[in-house]
């Protein structure tokens, strides 16, 4: 009897933990669902854990959906925001440069789908990476900067709901 009830305890956490995000979740909640993998310099759990310390300019503001990591050199930088489709799953928006690199020269985009955050296609941003050019994501509202290497503003893209438009 103790077995049965030991694997059924086992059993609710594995599911509490492998949960999809929901429409109410926070970019946190969204955060911590990506893959173990997605990341070479540690887990989305390990590298919360650095922001919520506070190490340089990091940034946690469930509030307005966005989350901001400097790196240090051995650690990738990282702004993410959190989005929805018009359908209110949620979109991760994720931006990052190399390790040496305070500018953010990649975009990757997670959406849930069955039941997991996965990578969504890129058509939804038109733009492609370049070490050419930077990424900022909005700490508040829903418009991504592209910027040349100088900082000159190329352009701005509005989420839609269902992919970004052109400003």
């Not at 103790?2 to 609710?12: D, E």
């Not at 969204?30 to 310390?53: N, W, Y």
């Not at 990738?76 to 690199?101: H, I």
């Amino acid at each position: 009897m103790k077995a049965r009830n030991l694997f059924a305890g086992l059993a609710c956490l594995m599911i509490a933990t492998m949960r999809s995000p929901a429409a109410s979740d926070t970019v946190v909640d969204c955060f911590l669902a990506l893959p173990e993998q997605v990341f070479h310099q540690g887990t989305p759990s390990e590298l919360l854990d650095i922001m919520k310390r506070g190490e340089g300019e990091s940034i946690v503001d469930t509030e307005k959906g966005f989350l901001r990591l400097e790196g240090d050199g051995t650690q990738v930088s990282l702004q993410v925001v959190l989005l929805r489709f018009e359908d209110k799953r949620p979109l991760l928006v994720v931006a990052w440069g190399e390790r040496d690199e305070a500018e953010f020269t990649h975009l990757t985009f997670f959406e849930e789908k069955g039941g997991r955050m996965t990578v969504a296609r890129r058509s939804i941003f038109p733009v492609a990476d370049s070490s050419e050019l930077r990424f900022e994501l909005p700490h508040q509202g829903r418009t991504v900067t592209v910027r040349d290497a100088t900082g000159s503003i190329l352009s701005k893209w509005a989420w839609k709901g269902d992919k970004f438009v052109k400003e």
